[in-house]
């Protein structure tokens, strides 16, 4: 756990940047329109050294509330037995009467949000309708399937409260003018309500200290915490009461150091003797690869000794026969040109032709043949 000793916020600091705030927030209210809200919320913004390992929601009790009057709270319930929604309403609310309850404007049975606030619609209209939203812890766990994320994507996800305690009215009290811290995993930022316009500067200020006081000490996180916290409203810009010192760096080193377990020091141990090792191995190896590298170097200086003192045979020209010349290749001798045919003779001597062809041929075939 962190140490309270580790921040210190300064009041007279404090005390200037709220009221600087609320002068911000009052000039700006009656410049720019009338139909601002009077009341603004005004919020501290803490930034950590390094991000948590865990998620956290951290409950904040304030000494003076935060939330005025005019906002409207609902409360879930759980279904009694033999009972239907409407007398399930009317039991809770006589129940919060006798206690002295009068911050809750409407009472929702388990059974009534699971029908009537089924539709998407719905559930939008309820959660703009309501400034805040109160459960039993009876079935706190039941709500998230049938509420829907924009509750929780709104910061207005259910409260839980123990609707059997003896000190019903304290704990709601404390619960609805108190505030809550949302720790994540995922960055090293978180915010938290801790008052409003309205407020005076003493009660802002004495909210902020107890909520510093209670964030430090409930944290779940080792040697110094808070890096820087600022104070800011939804539309200024934040002012800074804390900053850490450089020199807590190395305290929040030897707080980690000193956290260390015996099974993460053995680890360490381990790591070490392995590095060790393998320093050790590039080392020989090192030495091994030296070594051949100047026997390789000897060896070659003493062939290059070897191939000098050779004696180099003196060379002698050789007498390349001489090309014999060419000869010279016969001329082609041209083709003769062939002779025109004869005119073509005329029609008469070709038939007289063609008769004596035929009469030759019948007489050849009228000789007989000697034997």
Known sequence: MADKSDVVLDRAQVKKAVQALQAFLKTKSTSESLFLDETQQISLLFTLWKIPKEAQTIRIPLPHGQRP??????????????????????FYKKLLDERGVKN??????????RTEYKPYEAKRRLLGNF??????DRIRRLLPTHLGKHFYQRKKEPLTVNLQSKHLAMDIH??????SLKVTNKGCCCMARVGH??????EVTENIEAAVQTVVAKLRMKGPVMKLIHIKSQTSVALPIYTSDLSQL???????????????E?????????KKLTKEKTQT??????????????????EEEEEEEEEIPQLVPIETPRKKPKLQKPLKKKPLEKAPKPAAAKKGTRAQGKLAQKTDSKVKRKVPKVK
């Open 69 to 90: 009057d005019t906002d409207e709270v609902c409360l879930f319930t759980r279904d009694e037995p033999n009972m239907t929604s409407e007398q399930t309403q009317r």
């Open 174 to 179: 404390r619960v609805i003018q108190g505030t």
């Open 266 to 274: 053995g680890a360490a141990a381990k790591k070490q003797s392995k």
């Open 285 to 302: 190896d090192t030495t091994t690869v030296d070594k051949q590298e100047k026997k390789e170097k000897k060896k070659k200086a003493e």
């Open 250 to 264: 190395s305290v929040r080193e030897e707080t980690d150091e000193r956290a260390q377990t015996p099974k993460e």
């Open 197 to 202: 316009s309205g407020m005076t500067a003493d």
């Open 104 to 113: 809750i404007s409407e009472i929702i049975p388990y059974k009534l949000l």
């Open 131 to 136: 400034d805040m939203f109160l459960s039993d």
